[in-house]
């Protein structure tokens, strides 16, 4: 599932991509330390394989609704989980760019819910703790299928956080959770069937590539422990930023700006013409059923601050002169480009009369 | 001028998954020859080839490039010395487009700006490829996308070209395009094929390989026209050396 | 199947509105990049319940899009059958959030109803923007402005390897597909038992390609590292391109431009 632009708040957006810009950032820091140039190629190509055999469509048996493969847990199988975040990250910058998959912002998230669960806890502490260099058809099961559905499960938590987090969407966080987790979880029982049963496919014809890639990879070493445990640090202490952010920032980034800029938007009301109108605007602002939303929330200084940028307010006047506003600020758009577009074209017509007819 | 031969002892080969490809090779190939290497499917060609370059390291027996017998240390010069032009194209054009991928061997080999583009361009220029410069491979014909990859190789300038089916998916001009192309490089050749005919415009010696084991090398017309070495190595006469059965009959 | 080949022919339709020539193409990569980046960040900033403040945002794919001579109702399309996963959950909004906001003559407009609007519009621009960076860079443009721009060189090597070994890969797994669906006359969706093999055999001969193409890498003297080549010079027009760009995002961000509009015009009329 990917987390989209259209519901994520700066605050988020920006601490995502910056964990994922460190993940990054370290993964490709201890690839290199790896120093294993066959990787090079082989990421490549097998991104692109997650790619290809994502757009194939499969039936679910006894549903008969369509699944794809879960990419996360097979590329750590075979490359590590460092150079498997790199390729999940190639394969979702492609998708946000190509397919309109997500978003530039939302890239961060995507990164994080995609790539890092599967590839970073569910591959070293279930997979691997499983499957323990000792391949078998059952623990190739039994690892796959666990170690997916964690990772798809975590995936699914984080995108309810940084959607509630992001305060875009209305759906609260535990009706939102109760219809992430459990869509989730059928999806990671196929997505992980589907994984052991590749993964198996292809210790039967070739054991030797596996028995490398999980022999050589990067396991559940010191050093991973050691990660982890400063990765969960770095979380919590994340996570509680967000939540005092969230919490009395009800939109952190219009807050900074209107601190930085010294004075809210309404600043620019009271003069001749628009204070006329604040004032048939105060008139008329009642109405029976108004609800004003922030009013709910405990009161506090970003609150107050944030009100009237977020709810612009309600009366006739407004509301006529918004339309207006939109209509005319359409049409200056709509006006822009059939200028630009007649000059562009007079243009190529010099440039070269033959060009168009 | 003895940095042009190649000198193959007793090679053998096992893959990790245990197919013996390779079973006891031995050759010497001089100066300025050019040799055909034919065998049926799996016999063992491409392997044999990969070794002549060091991307694979032999299990047993050795390769001597020149003066130089393959290993770690001479890897680097080797290289240099062998270009290998691949089976498939689509392996061997990795870069976004024509030029970087021209580019790339010069840039490993740390040359400067200049000299690399003067390269790039000379090599695209002899396989008459300039005007691709700015294509992505994956835009390419199959004639274009050989011919690129031929490009690549030269821009390294070898002394020796190892060629891996060069005219698989041609169509008949651009397959003798590409043989007139090869036949104007004054390199030492070894060319592995199925394309016998091809072997026969271009190599004035053969080697048949039959499951990974040499089973004749000589001259090529003498070879080819061994019906019986053919027959068992799974090969058939050039089309040209047998008689028409269409026209002959008249 | 129709669905690999189209999305090869989406992948390759898009990249290929890179080669024409325009002032937006031949504009440096970098400051295309950092401009798309600074409109996504200006779009996401506006609270939920603004759906007048963003709307001169428009400007930016507006004007890109006929400079750049690219074609509207294909970006468009693209658009409409993009990932639906943000306009599913928005949909919720319409009808959790029911308290009256503003009105449109008689007509009670209740919050939940603007922040949907406002999702779909934050849908639309930032997702156009992205779509508009390809169609007048190029994708592996975009990758030379992110290794100049510092984004480790592992990933920026690993998105061109990618791209080009999508075509191959999905144009293999495109044929096995066919070659199944001639066979399963009577069976519209693969199961899932053909496809663990069929994707296990695409797999296979994606491990054996890596293995080629390390090969031919090494073949001509890789060490492990790609280094680009292409030159990228930041001139005078990028920069104002950029710079012109980010200053309309602030202006627009700062000042509800459609509703200033809307008051003097309103204004006069009274
Ligand atoms: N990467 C590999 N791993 C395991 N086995 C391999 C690999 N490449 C080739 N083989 C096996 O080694 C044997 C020789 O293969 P090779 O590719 O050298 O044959 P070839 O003569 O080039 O065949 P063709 O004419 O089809 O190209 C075959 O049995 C093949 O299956
Ligand atoms: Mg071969």
């Known amino acids: ?357 | 001028m003895s940095h042009h031969i190649v000198e193959v002892k007793d090679l053998a080969y096992t893959y990790p998954g245990g197919t013996r490809a390779l079973r006891g090779v031995s050759f010497r190939i001089v100066h300025g020859e050019s040799v055909g290497i034919v065998g049926a499917n799996g016999a063992g060609k491409s392997t044999l080839l990969r070794h002549l370059n060091g991307t694979v390291e032999p299990a047993q027996g050795s390769v001597r490039v020149g003066d130089f017998p393959i290993t770690r240390k001479t890897l680097h010069q080797v290289r240099r010395t062998v270009g290998m032009v691949f089976q498939d194209p689509d392996d061997q054009l990795f870069m976004p487009t024509v030029y970087e991928d021209v580019a790339f061997g010069p840039l490993n080999l740390g040359l400067p700006t200049a000299e690399i583009e003067n390269r790039v361009m000379q090599s695209l220029d002899t396989v008459g490829a300039a005007h691709l410069r700015d294509r992505p491979p994956y835009r390419l014909s199959g004639g274009e996308k050989r011919a690129v990859a031929i490009a690549t190789v030269l821009s390294m300038t070898p002394d020796i070209l190892v060629l891996d089916e060069p005219t698989s998916n041609l169509d008949p001009k651009a397959r003798r395009q590409l043989i007139e192309l090869l036949r104007s490089f004054r390199h030492t050749k070894i060319i592995a094929s199925h394309d016998l005919d091809m072997i026969l415009d271009l190599c004035e010696r053969t080697i048949v390989i039959h499951e990974g084991r040499i089973t004749a090398d000589g001259p090529t017309a003498r070879i080819f026209n061994d019906q019986n070495l053919l027959a068992e190595s799974h090969l058939e006469k050039p089309l040209r050396m047998q008689a028409c059965p269409i026209c002959g009959p008249r | 199947m129709s669905k690999i080949e189209s999305a090869l022919f989406d992948l390759s339709g898009l990249d290929a509105l890179a080669l024409q020539q325009s002032p937006i193409h031949r504009l440096d990569p970098r400051a295309k990049v950092l401009t798309a980046l600074a409109f996504a960040i200006t779009v996401v900033s506006f609270g939920k319940y603004d759906l007048t403040g963003p709307l001169p945002l428009l400007a930016y794919p507006v004007v890109l899009i006929v400079l750049g001579d690219l074609p509207p109702g294909y970006l468009l399309g693209k658009l409409i059958i993009a990932s639906p996963f943000a306009l599913v959950v928005g949909v919720f909004n319409p009808l959790l959030d029911r308290a009256a906001l503003t009105q449109l003559g008689p007509l009670n407009v209740s919050g939940g109803w603007i922040s949907f609007g406002s999702i779909l519009l934050r849908f639309g621009l930032t997702l156009l923007a992205a779509l508009i960076l390809i169609a007048t860079t190029g994708f592996n443009a975009v990758c030379l402005a992110l290794t100049r721009l510092r984004v480790p060189r592992v990933l920026t090597v690993q998105l061109m390897l990618l791209y080009r070994y999508i075509f191959v890969l999905t144009g293999e797994g495109a044929r096995m597909v066919r070659a199944w669906s001639l066979r399963a006359v009577s069976e519209r969706r693969m199961p899932s038992r053909i496809f663990s093999s069929l994707a296990g055999q695409l797999l296979l001969r994606a491990l054996d390609r890596a293995q080629r193409i390390h090969m031919a890498m090494l073949s001509r003297g890789f060490e492990g590292e790609i280094r680009p080549i292409r030159p990228l010079r930041l001139g005078a027009a990028d920069a104002a391109f950029a710079l012109a760009w980010t200053g309309f995002f602030v202006l627009v961000r700062f000042y509800n431009i459609p509703r200033l509009l809307g008051r003097l015009v309103t204004g006069i009329a009274q």
Not at chain 1, 60 to 72: K, L, N, R, V
Not at chain 1, 145 to 174: D, M, N, R
Not at chain 1, 225 to 246: C, D, E, Q, R
């Open chain 1, 1 to 357: 599932m990917h987390m989209a632009d259209a519901l994520i708040s700066p605050a988020v957006g920006a601490t995502m991509w910056a964990a994922a810009g460190g993940l990054i950032v370290y993964s490709a820091h201890r690839l290199k330390a790896e120093l294993d140039e066959r990787k090079v190629p082989l990421m490549g190509v097998l991104g692109a394989f997650v790619f290809a055999a994502q757009m194939i469509n499969f039936t679910i048996p006894a549903t008969g609704s369509s699944g794809h493969i879960g990419g996360g847990i097979i590329l750590s199988i075979l490359l590590g989980p460092d150079a498997a975040l790199i390729t999940i990250a190639s394969i979702l910058t492609v998708q946000a760019l190509f397919f309109a998959d997500g978003g530039l912002l939302a890239l961060g998230c995507n990164i994080i819910n995609i790539g890092f669960f599967p590839c970073f806890v569910a591959y070293p502490l279930i997979f691997r703790k499983i499957v323990d260099d000792r391949l078998t058809r059952g623990r190739i099961l039994a690892g796959s299928v666990a170690s997916v559905v964690v990772g798809l499960q975590l995936g699914a938590l984080a995108v309810v956080l940084e959607t509630v987090g992001s305060g875009i969407s209305e759906l609260p966080f535990k009706a939102f959770v109760l219809l992430m987790q459990p869509i989730h979880l059928a999806i990671g029982c196929v997505e992980g069937l589907i994984t052991s049963a590749v993964v198996s496919f292809v210790w039967k014809a070739r054991p030797e590539i596996l028995e490398m890639a999980t022999l050589a990879g990067p396991g559940t070493g010191r050093s991973t422990k050691k990660f982890l445990a400063s990765l969960a640090a770095v979380t919590i202490l994340l996570a509680g930023f967000l939540s005092w952010f969230a919490s009395s920032r009800p939109d952190g980034l219009e807050w900074s700006i209107e601190r930085a800029a010294g004075k809210s938007e309404l600043a620019e009301a009271p003069h001749g013409l628009a204070a006329a109108l604040g004032r048939v605007q105060n008139m008329t602002a009642f109405l029976p059923d108004y609800d004003f939303r922030q009013s709910q929330k405990p009161a506090g200084r970003g609150v107050a601050a944030a009100a009237p940028a977020a709810a612009p307010a309600v009366n006739v006047g407004t509301s006529v002169a918004g339309l207006v506003g939109t209509a005319l600020t359409l049409g200056l758009v709509a006006l822009v480009s059939v200028i630009l577009k007649t000059r562009t074209q007079d243009r190529a017509a010099r440039q070269n009369p033959f060009a168009r007819s």
